[in-house]
């Protein structure tokens, strides 16, 4: 299932605190882990450039192997609680650090970093890799093992390669609609006014080679209220409801994802 959601930036505005804000991303992260989400959109919907960062922050770092974030991530506020998160256990997370456990095809995440004016990559196993790619400090690349100790050597090479979930990307934009507009695949927008899903029109956004954007709102403006009479102009989509019945007046964004996202992965998998 090839799958990426989009998320408005305003969607931590009614958590008050750092600590709850966390939790809330961490919630989101491990969401869209677990059910393999390619790519997490934060589309801009409000002004809160802060709750912005730290939204997109969280996401990055949980996302990142632990031995990069402190190459990757200087001491900030924003992640003052990102400790006591819970780890995403994605494949590159569960590497070894020991250089001897190290095997030729190997296949791990790196960061490019600077020594004495030459460039080197950081795997995370205490060892200083040279790279002659054209990255720069601090851009995290994928690499291949192509020899081990005595000397270590790499190649790089693209994530379609890897053959198996690798983690997620965060990509930012300016609005819904931009991202709407250049969006090359089918696309779900989720709201409790549209209809309600049937398996029928699941299948045909499952049964299909196109990737899939699945679509939410905001906390207090859902996508009726964002995209206007837009939202019946998408090419390629539907707006459905996945809480028939819902028993509460409200579904929070992130019940709504993992919810959204169990439903959809468990039609896939019929």
């Not at 989720?190 to 939410?216: C, G």
Request: glycine content about 6%; aromatic content about 10%; charged content about 25%.
């Amino acid at each position: 299932m090839n799958i990426s959601v989009a998320i408005p930036d305003s969607c931590l505005k009614d958590e008050a605190t750092y600590l709850d804000k966390s939790r809330k991303v961490s919630l989101i992260a491990r969401s869209c882990a677990i059910f393999g989400v390619k790519t997490i959109y934060i589309y801009e919907d409000g002004t809160n450039q802060h709750d912005r960062f730290v939204l997109s922050t969280i996401l990055r770092y949980l996302e990142a192997p632990q031995y990069l974030r402190r190459t990757l991530f200087p001491k900030m506020d924003e992640l003052k609680y990102a400790g006591i998160l819970h780890p995403l256990q994605i494949p590159h997370h569960a590497l070894s650090s020991n250089p001897q456990e190290i095997k030729e095809g190997d296949i791990r995440e790196g960061a490019i970093i600077f020594h004495k004016g030459k460039k080197f990559v950081d795997i995370g196993i205490g060892h200083r890799i040279p790279y002659y790619g054209k990255e720069y400090d601090k851009k995290r690349v994928t690499v291949q093992i192509k020899s081990v100790l005595p000397s270590i050597s790499i190649k790089e090479i693209s994530e379609d390669a890897i053959g198996q979930y690798w983690g997620y990307k965060v990509k930012e934009r300016p609005s819904l609609i931009k991202l709407l507009e250049e969006w090359k695949g089918n696309t779900i927008l989720t709201s409790k006014k549209a209809k309600y899903a049937t398996r029928q029109k699941l299948a045909e956004f499952l049964k299909t080679e196109h990737p899939l954007l699945l679509v939410f709102g905001a906390p207090d403006r859902g996508l009726y209220d964002i995209l206007g009479k837009k939202i019946n102009q998408i090419p390629h989509s539907a707006t459905l409801n996945f809480f028939s019945d819902q028993s509460t007046a409200t579904v929070r964004m992130e019940e709504a994802l993992l919810g959204t996202l169990s439903i959809l992965n468990f039609e896939n998998s019929q």
